[in-house]
T-cell receptor
Framework: GENVEQHPSTLSVQEGDSAVIKCTYS??????FPWYKQELGKRPQLIID?????GEKKDQRIAVTLNKTAKHFSLHITETQPEDSAVYFC????????????FGTGTKLQVIP | NAGVTQTPKFRVLKTGQSMTLLCAQD?????MYWYRQDPGMGLRLIHY???????AKGEVPDGYNVSRLKKQNFLLGLESAAPSQTSVYFC??????????????FGPGTRLTVL
């Protein structure tokens, strides 16, 4: 089955700096890679996703990159703000049939004002 | 739309007791899931359902049972609770696979403590 590894487990940055979270996956059949944000005591919510037919996707201060050859993908947050503080989960899913999503173990991001 | 809801929000059980967690969604989603979330371990899939009347095991199914009698509801049961089942439980739902993505919509979670 799929195995998703996520690093680092914790990350502290100064407000205004950039943050990068990296994930690797094992199953070459995976072609959908979502990122979820979970604020303290809240539910996980999708913030951005990328499909295997593109290498990069941006949404304001958030971007994801995907390298299918190396089987890794990354989340980039620029100009971080205190409200970016949360736990971020990467995930991988194959297309077709039942799309089981495998999650990484999470990265706790702290943005220091 | 309420989205995905879960009841109860909190529960404390004694070892050996049983309980059922209820998940409901009003988005007409085909797929529903139960996850548990433990510190440092991310979200681990317990059981899932691809449609009314069908269920399947996920990554950590032991000690849990599920039922999907109605499309909008997905129940998670603990027949004999153990301290190792202390966790936060999340239900999620998603669209069918006719589209190539699989965004999951999560419920607010149930915090369960087993003493």
């Amino acid at each position: 089955g799929e195995n998703v590894e996520q690093h680092p487990s914790t990350l502290s940055v100064q407000e205004g700096d950039s943050a990068v979270i990296k994930c690797t996956y094992s199953d070459s059949a995976s072609n959908y890679f979502p990122w979820y944000k979970q604020e303290l005591g809240k539910r996980p919510q999708l913030i951005i996703d990328i499909r295997s037919n593109v290498g990069e996707k941006k949404d304001q201060r958030i971007a994801v990159t995907l390298n299918k050859t190396a089987k890794h993908f990354s989340l980039h947050i620029t100009e971080t703000q205190p409200e970016d503080s949360a736990v971020y989960f990467c995930a991988a899913s194959p297309a077709g049939g039942y799309q089981k999503v495998t999650f990484g173990t999470g990265t706790k991001l702290q943005v220091i004002p | 739309n309420a989205g995905v809801t879960q009841t109860p929000k909190f529960r404390v059980l004694k070892t050996g007791q049983s309980m059922t967690l209820l998940c409901a969604q009003d988005m007409n989603h085909e797929y529903m899931y139960w996850y548990r979330q433990d510190p440092g371990m991310g979200l681990r899939l317990i059981h899932y359902s691809v449609g009314e009347g069908t269920t399947a095991k996920g990554e950590v199914p032991d000690g849990y049972n599920v039922s999907r009698l109605k499309k909008q509801n997905f129940l998670l049961g603990l027949e004999s609770a153990a301290p190792s089942q202390t966790s936060v439980y999340f239900c999620a739902s998603s669209y069918s696979t006719r589209v190539s993505y699989n965004e999951q919509f999560f419920g607010p979670g149930t915090r369960l403590t087993v003493l």
